[in-house]
T-cell receptor
């Protein structure tokens, strides 16, 4: 079945440093969504990407969808302590509505 | 912002017992999902539900699991005979439309502990 992997599993940064998580799917995706889960919380939708090569920005966050629509990345510039949490990508396969979540990247930010 | 509400927030049960997890979806969100997350792991798809029937289910969603909308509003997940490995956080999620780029709105989850 479809698998979505993320690297790294865990990243510890100093506040102010940049952070990137990479998402790779075993199959071509119709779209990719990104979610953030704070410790003890539930996944919260951040953004979706649909087009091949698409790049979107939300303040310090930059999201990219690969040309082949099989990979994506999330880059955070100048991390803050409020960025702490697990970042999940979630891929849609087209034929169904279900989203397959990636393995997640846990971000820890040291003040 | 409208919320998905899940009850209870925490359920402790003995192995072999039945549990029912409840979800009150966002009004006019017609697509329903259950996901589960074992502690520290990824969010796993269990089942999708639309128009009073299951649209799709994963291999995790075996015969001990069932879903329904008994009164047209609440959306429930029943586990008939719980096992230790069912211990996890269970999230209900809603989607407004069938458009593949419609985001999922998650509830706060029910933490199920099977002893």
């Amino acid at each position: 079945g479809q698998q979505v992997m993320q690297i790294p599993q865990y990243q510890h940064v100093q506040e102010g440093e940049d952070f990137t998580t990479y998402c790779n799917s075993s199959t071509t995706l119709s779209n990719i969504q990104w979610y953030k889960q704070r410790p003890g919380g539930h996944p919260v939708f951040l953004i979706q990407l649909v087009k091949s090569g698409e790049v979107k920005k939300q303040k310090r966050l930059t999201f990219q969808f690969g040309e082949a629509k099989k990979n994506s990345s999330l880059h955070i510039t100048a991390t803050q302590t409020t960025d702490v949490g697990t970042y999940f990508c979630a891929g849609g396969g087209g034929a169904t509505n279900k989203l397959i979540f990636g393995t997640g990247t846990l971000l820890a930010v040291q003040p | 912002e409208p919320e998905v509400t899940q009850t209870p927030s925490h359920q402790v049960t003995q192995m072999g017992q039945e549990v029912i997890l409840r979800c009150v979806p966002i009004s006019n969100h017609l697509y329903f999902y259950w996901y589960r997350q074992i502690l520290g792991q990824k969010v796993e798809f269990l089942v999708s539900f639309y128009n009073n029937e299951i649209s799709e289910k994963s291999e995790i969603f075996d015969d001990q699991f069932s879903v329904e909308r008994p009164d047209g509003s609440n959306f429930t997940l029943k586990i008939r005979s719980t096992k230790l490995e069912d211990s996890a956080m269970y999230f209900c999620a809603n989607q407004q439309s069938s458009s593949y780029n419609s985001p999922l709105h998650f509830g706060n989850g029910t933490r199920l502990t099977v002893t």
